[in-house]
């Protein structure tokens, strides 16, 4: 297996997101996720002030300059954040107080910190005001995703047409209740061929059958699997973190907030990823493969 993960947030004990993420604790990661047959990942930095979303990124960024086994394994940056929709339900476990409008400033740091290894970046197109952030990565060569966030179907096409490629883990990052007719999913849904689309495959974030349904009218070269890990993959039940949350994992290994009002991440690992394509969802090796290796590679390529 290849698996290559284009959202870690954390792995094996190590929290990506935390200010006291060590050299060692990063090794034994990336160590963990080899052993799991995963190829590569993008080290995922979440929502929180800029400094220290930047403070952060420069600490990954360190410690895989200095270590050969984090430099294979880490291909780059997912950015999630900040500049997210803050209203509650779309802004899921990102800290609302610190999402914000985009401006050119601030994503330049974000992207000096990360010294031209960001990938990916997740933001609402409707946080981002006449696209200019979109216009701007794409200038640069880095695939822009929207999630976290309820763009109109017209605010969707403008982004798309400014250089927006992707949708981040569909279904999540919005609230329990929607219209019927008018939502994000369903907008998402009707330009599925003109977009990839990632979603978290662990029967928790979304239910098995309606992860089937959407993948009845995703195509396969569009789809694209994550893990959404934190800390707590591969780790017993516990408490655990990622970033400024406490998390509290139980035997179900099921990472909600504290107060249980949504889920933060997941505890998913590549392994477990395949076996519930395979057996839950009833795709094909060429599926999966699709799924898991060759359309994550492509979406950060193109």
Known sequence: MNF???????YAGADFNSDSLTEESLHHACLALKSDGVEHILATVITDSIDSMCQKIATINKFRSLDPVCEKMIAGFHIEGPFLNESPGYIGAHPSNHAKF???DDTQRLLDSAQGLTKLVTLAPERDPNYQVTAMLKESGITISAGHCNPSRDEMAGAIDNGLTMFTHLGNGCPMLLERHDNIIQRVLEISDRIWISFIADGVHLPFPVLNNYLKIIPT????AVTDAISAARMKSGEYTLGKWDIVIEEDGIAMS????HLVGSTLTA???IDNLKNNLNLNDAQIEKITQTNPRAAIQS
């Not at 290559?4 to 954390?10: C, E, K, P, V």
């Not at 504290?258 to 009002?261: F, G, H, V």
């Open 271 to 273: 392994p477990k990823i």
């Open 102 to 104: 985009s401006n050119i």
């Open 4 to 10: 290559y993960d284009l959202q870690i947030n954390g």
């Open 221 to 224: 070269e569009r789809a694209i």
């Open 258 to 261: 504290p107060d249980k009002s």
